[in-house]
């Protein structure tokens, strides 16, 4: 398993010195070059902005409920793969909130290529900066997105930059780590803390390991700090790998970047392809701390250069096609993966838990069951006027779905949704609708598709509110499975906040 993403750290000043990618990024020309979210529905809610100075501006009034996506600013750019980048940007705020920033596709389904982080931020000025490596496909347009959806009050952005990082190598760390074994957490891990049981130990196979230098077996989250001071010429960023029997917390130049306290290790593998980072490098001095905690079983670092990552590219054998939007699987075709897909659903008895611990099917006991699932169906199947259309599109629906490998339909979104329209009152289930989703479970079935059922998600059975409404209350409706219809005037035993 292995674990790529950004990383996010604070930094009080910084000496960029490369080309800003973004273009306008002083808005010195108002919005031109960027793309920014002016509906009448936040007109409505009372959103305002204005630019002056240099800064960006938009007052969100604290009660305004916006939708996940709705105050973006964004700029179509385009990054090189591969192309190391940090963004820095300023965010001064007068109520603290989350800020999301991402690096993602132009085109559908939009996904991030690099980079994406939600930044919890305080009242006040915020200096943030994220460093990734640019994904995507070259040639392909690209989009830098700040989502202010999840802010409130007055909220002021300034001094974005978006520079390619000069890519600092792994060589360029010290041959040799300090080692303090069984030692406190420090007040610092900017500067090594003065002892006298200090290890110098160099890497081999790009593993320390920590037991054998105390002689073996060590209790579990026995605890080493092993320190790496370099220079470097430049400021850029290093990619590199890490990983640790068991937990580690990784910092640079004093600053936090990774920890897995929780959950330990990503795998057992203990490779540097377990946890691959882009780390921040500052010219001149820098250190690189670890902090390690003895598994059960063992206790050891291990660092070094990440394999490249598997990039599939154009060329004379692959020819790229776009899947979105296309909505079937040509039968017969060399992406048909009916044959993999048994059916009927249940012709090996009712799914249940193994011996082992796996999901298994009753008459297949020895054999753990993956199904491959989704959700979703096309927008109008279940509100189709004709019956016989309905069962047409169902019936087409259930063959795709077979073609493409599915193995399980997710009623996520849909079920609530849809079984109370055309009814009279919330919780009266309209029997056409219940027909319809008889007759669309069946073909599934038949298909060899599996059900998995979500109770409540957006519809709650309700044909009248709106969906805003409803996604803001689907906590009280969980809340009252568990502790049920609690009357206002009962005494309340606590509070949620």
């Known amino acids: 398993m292995s674990i790529r993403g950004s990383l996010l750290v604070f930094m009080l000043s910084l ?118 490596t640019a994904g995507g496909n070259d040639g392909e347009d690209a989009h830098m997105t700040f989502n202010l959806s999840n802010l409130h009050g007055t909220v002021t952005l300034h001094d974005i930059s978006l520079v390619e990082a000069q890519d600092v190598p792994v060589s360029k760390l010290a041959s040799k780590w300090s080692v303090y074994l069984n030692s406190d957490v420090p007040a610092s891990y900017a500067t090594l803390p003065k002892a006298k049981d200090i290890k110098q130990v160099a890497l081999q196979n790009n593993t320390i390991n920590l037991a054998a230098l105390v002689g073996g077996r060590v209790p579990e989250k026995s605890q080493a700090i092993l320190y790496n001071v370099f220079k470097s010429d430049i400021t850029g960023v290093m990619h590199i790998g890490f990983s640790a029997d068991w937990w580690m917390e990784i910092f640079m130049n004093g600053e936090q970047i990774y920890e897995n306290l929780a959950r330990g290790n990503p795998s057992n593998a203990f490779t540097p392809d377990d946890i691959v980072l882009d780390i921040p490098v500052e010219k001149g001095r820098n250190v690189l701390a670890v902090r390690v905690l003895a598994g059960s079983a063992g206790w050891r670092f291990v660092c070094g250069q990440p394999r490249p990552p ?47 611990g796996d999901l298994v099917f009753e008459q297949r006991p020895d054999e753990p069951l993956h199904l491959m699932g989704f959700n979703g169906y096309p927008y109008n199947l279940l509100t189709l006027e004709s019956d016989d259309e309905f069962k047409k599109q169902a019936h087409d629906f259930a063959q795709a779905a077979r073609r493409a490998g599915f193995r399980l339909f997710r009623t996520h979104g849909s079920f609530d949704r849809t079984l109370c329209h055309g009814s009279h009152k919330d919780m009266e289930i309209n029997p056409a609708q219940l027909d319809r989703w008889d007759f669309l479970l069946n073909e599934l079935k038949q298909a060899g598709i599996y059900l998995h059922v979500t109770l409540l998600s957006f519809g709650l059975y309700d044909d009248a509110t709106p969906h805003n409404t409803l996604f803001e209350e689907r906590d009280k409706h969980k809340l009252q499975m568990y502790l049920g219809n609690i009357s206002s005037t009962a005494p309340k035993p606590f509070s949620i906040m």
């Open 15 to 132: 000496a960029v010195s490369a080309q800003n990618i973004l273009q306008n990024p002083s808005f010195e020309n108002g919005l031109k070059g960027w793309g920014f979210s002016q509906t009448e529905a936040l007109t409505t809610k009372g959103v305002t902005y204005n630019i002056e100075n240099g800064k960006l501006t938009v007052n969100i009034p604290s009660k305004a409920s916006l939708h996940s996506t709705e105050l973006l600013l964004l700029q179509k750019l385009r990054i090189k793969y591969g192309t190391p980048c940090r963004l820095l940007y300023t965010l001064d705020c007068t109520e603290p909130g989350v800020m999301r920033h991402i690096y993602q596709m132009s085109r559908p389904p939009y996904s991030s290529i690099g980079l994406v982080e939600n930044r919890p931020v305080k009242a006040g000025r915020n200096r943030i900066t994220a460093i990734f």
């Open 310 to 356: 598997i990039r599939y590219v154009t060329n004379n054998e692959w020819k790229p096609f776009n899947l979105y939007g296309q909505s079937e699987i040509i039968a017969g075709s060399a992406l048909d993966l009916s044959y993999q897909v048994e059916s009927p659903a249940g012709k090996f008895g009712r799914a249940v838990i193994g011996k082992t």
